[in-house]
């Protein structure tokens, strides 16, 4: 389903330069045919070993979590640390699993929630604005919500050719395209014509067109005041959209419209898409992405660093 400007197989991709990250999705692949349970099963296997190998990577999870989730024990964060790890490796599989999987396999471990929701939209011609996260399982966010109903996904192309060529194409296994995360024309283009948009806007992107608002107990954290831009295109709905992993494969949450959304004003705006975020991540907060630097952004340049 990808369209013109998807990133073609070119003779320059099989230079000796590229042959380790063929190798390395070669060899996903090959794992993917594994039954999902043992891939489970060495995903957390792997996530231990990441938590020995990671050090700077395990320490900003457990600063966020700290900052994120004060109310909670510290023996209760370094549970939820590890199985956060535990996460992380399942989240490669996962990978492979979104990208290399036939439909039918998909299906086979995936329930939806609120798909009524999508079908309403679409009977109305309506752009729906998925507001989503980083959860750990974000490919098969992606990859489920096609299968409901192709969409239109928002990311950040791979410098590595042979892996941009991999990472859009897996991506578009069920799905239209994929739009760089600079291009919000394309993105505006995407909802006016009708079509589902991925969108998290939950990651600290600096402190350009954002502002400082609540985010889990951070009173004043970096937030994208994009949601709100693409909320405003004409006959659009902001749909809350996530994938969860259980223990018998992966349910697909599709919230009802946001009412009263955008109401104008970017910091009630923003405040609100991280309301909807936190409270889907307090569902698993284990299989979200604690890893990045959430808040590493401060109100003023003379505020001291949170990591």
């Known amino acids: 389903m990808a369209n013109d400007n998807a990133p073609r197989l070119e003779p320059r991709l099989f230079h000796p330069r590229y042959w380790a990250s063929w190798l390395g999705l070669g060899t996903l692949w090959l794992l993917t045919l594994l039954p999902w349970r043992s891939q489970m099963w060495l995903g957390c296997q792997l996530g231990h070993l990441a938590t020995k190998v990671l050090a700077s990577r395990v320490k900003i999870a457990r600063r966020n979590l700290e900052l994120a989730m004060p109310e909670l024990s510290v023996a209760e964060r370094e549970l939820l640390l590890t199985r956060n790890f535990e996460s ?20 086979n471990l995936m329930k939806v929630e609120g798909e009524e929701h999508v079908r309403a939209a679409i009977v109305k011609g309506q752009g729906m604005l998925l507001l989503s996260c980083h959860f750990l399982t974000l490919e098969l966010n992606a990859r489920c919500f096609g299968l409901v109903c192709p969409g239109v996904g928002v990311y950040r192309p791979n410098t590595n050719p042979v892996l941009e060529y991999a990472q859009y194409h897996g991506r578009c296994m069920s799905n239209k395209y994929l739009v760089n995360r600079n291009d919000v024309k394309g993105m505006i283009k995407a909802l006016r014509q009708g079509d589902a948009l991925w969108y998290a806007p939950d990651h600290d992107y600096g402190a350009r067109a954002s502002v400082f608002v609540p985010y889990f107990a951070v009173a004043q954290a970096a937030t994208v005041t994009g949601t709100a831009t693409l909320a405003r295109v004409k006959n659009t709905v902001t749909l809350p959209c996530y994938n969860i992993r ?32 936190e409270a889907a991540v307090r569902k698993a907060p284990e299989q979200y992405m604690w890893l990045h630097r959430r808040f590493k952004t401060r109100p003023s340049p003379e505020d001291a660093s949170v990591y």
């Open 88 to 107: 992380v490796g399942c989240a490669i599989f996962e990978v492979g699993i979104a990208w290399f999987w036939p439909d039918w396999r998909v299906r």
């Open 246 to 277: 259980t223990k018998e494969g992966y349910t697909l949450h599709i919230g009802a419209p946001l009412a009263n959304y955008p109401q104008g004003d970017d910091v009630l705006d923003a405040t609100r898409a991280n309301q909807e975020i």
